[in-house]
């Protein structure tokens, strides 16, 4: 028989589980659990499991179906035979070429681009419209700095940002029409 | 992949509606909607703040809207998107940061 | 053969069935419905109704017992239930309080 230390628990594919699954170890499921579904570690849904589940675990790997929500502290991951219904919250998440997957993603806090009309209406309007550009020279020290010919990285969003963290390079003439530089000052 | 028809630089903004078919690769910041039958590729330092339509959507830039792909849509680890996604193949790599909701056909058994 | 195995850690709440041996490490509280056997080691806490077509007992169990082959109750196990089963084997130092039938037609 299986020994004691720490072995994962597999619930074997003609098993069905209904009701309430907790733990402090790995748990690979081959079989059918429905209810809930809460661990320590990590949850693997093989292939043909099925579960139809709310989730909490530390990592979720699905090669099988999941029916259900999701949070995960660490990751969840949707391999390639993985189908997944439900919503996912955890800090990674990632779907791989042939995985299938509906439901809301949320990661988190995330620095996302707004759109520039919520700038103040200082003439920080990127816009190829006909519209005369009355940019003044200075602006007031309410937004990001522009660096002029640098491109800033997508990568590396600014975290004290206002409202609208414009990541936007010097203006430059579009369709004809000039703008002026301008350069702000970022608010602290 | 095709040549792009429409590239828009690092130094370049662009705001309103942008349609055709030819690929498109965002280097700079384009806001509005872009409808475009063929690929789209969001390059990192790239950002776009809109809705797109299009065949296929690659991301490694900065993207705030919803994007409706008949292909494919791919969001790469240095990428941000926040919006919905719907597609018949959608990627997340290890690393995105995505938040939204994501669409994609998911054949279930019958007894669930 | 595929052995569904619940870990030491592990307590699950609710019913459990299926076509598999199911060994128990750790809790189960509910209902156990096998075509199979059923293995409660050492560490096993078993609080249902049970159900299979054999059970193997080193652990707890509380809880009454139907198999259709047979009921093992190991040494050091402890068991509060009615046993319902053709053969029924009580090792020495097995405890067990219950009720035994062994006329299963």
Known sequence: MAETASASTIIGPTIKVEGKLQGEED????????????????????????????????????????????????????AETGRVVGDIKAPRVIIVEGARFRGAVDMGELEAPRPSASLPERGVTHSISTRTANVPAALPAHRATYAPETVRPATTPRPSAPASAVRSETPVAVQGKIHKKVVVKKKH | MAEAACIISNGIQV????????????????????ALQAHITVEQGGTVVANLETQELTVHGQVSGNTEASERISISNTAIYVGDLRAPKIVLEDGARFRGNIEMDVPLPKDI | MSNTVVGESIVIDGEITGDDDLVVQGTVKGKIHLNQNLFVEASG????????????VSGQITGNITAADKVELKSK????????????LIADGASFKGSVDMDVD
């Open chain 3, 45 to 56: 806490v078993i609080e249902a109704e049970i159900a299979t077509q054999s059970v193997d």
């Open chain 3, 77 to 88: 196990c402890r068991m509060t239930g009615d046993i319902k089963a053709p053969r029924i």
């Open chain 2, 15 to 34: 705001r309103g509606n942008l349609s055709g078919s030819g690929d498109l690769i965002v280097q700079g910041r384009m806001e509005g909607k872009i």
């Open chain 1, 27 to 78: 748990l690979v499921v081959l079989g059918r659990v429905e209810g809930s579904i809460s661990l320590t570690k990590t949850l693997i849904v093989d292939e043909p499991g099925v579960v139809k589940a709310e989730i909490s675990v530390a990592h979720m790997v699905v090669n099988g179906v999941v029916v259900g929500n999701t949070t995960a502290s660490d990751s969840v991951q949707i």
